[in-house]
């Protein structure tokens, strides 16, 4: 029962590279959601997803890109990233309405140098 | 919009000693949800407890309990007889609603819990 997985777990990557950060469910969940968190500010949403194919724009969307072509996979592309967007990343899943809980997968450590 | 307080940033306790860490809420919503998750020091988010709007009872779970009071907006949490596994960041997290965009979870900014052996 592998639950929720994030792929790299660790990352470093230069000024103005493109890098991408999957996240897998094996739930079927249908939402999916990315956070980042960061000293000072808690965890902050980035992007979220009610089902394959939809996506909204959470509190810090900037400079990110989702796509969710299948439930279970939920990828996160910093376009061209940015020193200020080094962070852990964290994505979730839940089995439906806001009245269930978030799961979350293990993090990625993103660093860009 | 949706807020929650958790106005603690930091405690530390001797092991066994009972810590209560406190949350604030903010919604304009009569149906919400809110949640207390746990980070230890390796780093992952752990769900513990999910509390309905509609229903105050208290929640008790081992050395764990909860108290959510509507006419004060707080849902609390208190360790008793803590122990150093209990160190960690502990997030409240506030849940609008049932679909669309109020489906988000807002968090606090949490508390970080020291206990010393």
């Known amino acids: 029962d592998a639950g929720i997985t994030q792929s790299p777990r660790y990352k470093i990557t230069e000024t103005g590279r493109q890098v991408t950060l999957m996240c897998h469910q094996t739930w079927s969940h249908s939402y999916m959601f990315w956070y980042r968190q960061d000293l000072g500010h808690g965890l902050r949403l980035i992007y979220y997803?009610?089902?394959?194919?939809?996506?909204d724009k959470g509190e810090v969307p900037d400079g990110y890109v989702v796509s969710r072509s299948k439930t279970e996979n939920f990828p996160l592309t910093l376009e061209s990233a940015t020193r200020s967007q080094t962070s852990v990343y964290f994505c979730?899943?839940?089995?439906?309405?806001?009245?269930?809980?978030?799961?979350f997968g293990p993090g990625t450590r993103l660093t860009v140098t | 919009a949706q807020k929650v307080t958790q106005a603690q940033t930091e405690i530390s306790v001797v092991e066994k000693e009972d810590v209560t860490l406190d949350c604030v809420y903010e919604?304009?919503?009569?149906?919400?949800?809110l949640f207390w998750y746990k980070q230890p020091p390796s780093g992952e988010l752990v769900f513990l407890i999910r509390?309905?709007?509609?229903?105050?009872q208290n929640e008790i779970s081992g050395r764990y309990s909860w108290n959510f009071q509507k006419s004060t907006s707080s849902f609390n949490f208190t360790i008793t007889a803590s122990q150093v596994v209990d160190s960690a960041v502990y997030f409240c997290a506030l849940s609008e609603g049932f679909t669309g965009a109020n489906s988000k979870l807002t968090f606090g900014k949490g508390i970080t819990l020291s206990v010393r052996p």
């Open positions: 919604t304009r919503d009569t149906t919400y949800y």
């Open positions: 979730a899943s839940r089995r439906g309405l806001a009245q269930y809980e978030q799961y």
């Open positions: 997803s009610a089902a394959a194919d939809i996506t």
């Open positions: 509390r309905n709007s509609f229903d105050e």
